[in-house]
């Protein structure tokens, strides 16, 4: 049995869009390596910070990832390789293992299709698109019924409310109100 440890550096992203392993960044691989019969059997740890945007407030989120890998590399001429395809099983080549493809998969794998910044991220103001978590307690905009919308529309200049609410009116109609608008 032979014990390896090492830091692989990362040269394409892993993972999934909303959250990956950087490029640039370390993976830290804890391995064991054991010859057998047919083959060498990889089995140990493999971790990383992952980077990415919580799904709810897109706020950036960095998160350990670690996860256990077991996977035999077949002898070539071994039984094993002649009675697996290469997809199913990686090969021993030239006395060389590849650990790339291992530790990218199972890292994806490892990773939440949906992150969050916290279990209780409450997300964004559907009104004004801030943060809940940042504003106030009782954060509200004043315009809810559509009728009263559509006359703030019309003389945006002549009340007392804030911009923040006129702008919600006309997100509520948008077919019609928004291009009265300069942005
Ligand atoms: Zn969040
Ligand atoms: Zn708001």
Redesign the pocket.
């Given at each position: 049995m032979k014990p390896v440890r090492l830091s692989a550096p990362v040269d394409v992203p892993i993972g999934i869009e909303v959250i990956a392993v950087p490029a640039g960044r370390q993976v830290d691989l804890d391995l064991r390596l054991e010859s057998v019969t047919e083959g060498v059997l990889v089995s140990g740890e493999a971790s990383a910070e992952a980077v990415g945007e919580c799904a709810r407030c897109l706020a950036e989120i960095r998160q350990p990832v670690r996860v256990t890998v077991r996977e035999l590399y077949a002898y070539p001429g071994s039984t094993t390789d002649e009675t697996t395809d290469e997809d199913e099983l990686p090969r021993v080549c030239d006395d060389l293992i590849d650990l790339a493809p291992l530790i990218r998969d199972e890292i994806t794998l490892a990773l939440p299709l949906a992150p969050l910044c916290g279990p209780d991220c409450r997300g964004l103001?559907?009104?004004?698109?801030?943060r809940l978590a940042e504003?106030e307690a009782g954060?509200?905009?004043e315009i809810l019924d559509p009728r009263w919308a559509a006359l703030a529309e019309r003389f945006p200049s002549g009340g007392t409310e804030k911009s923040?609410s006129v702008r919600v009116a006309g997100g509520g109609s948008t077919e019609s109100g928004s291009g009265a608008y300069p942005e």
């Open positions: 103001c559907p009104g004004c698109g801030e504003l954060h509200s905009h923040d």
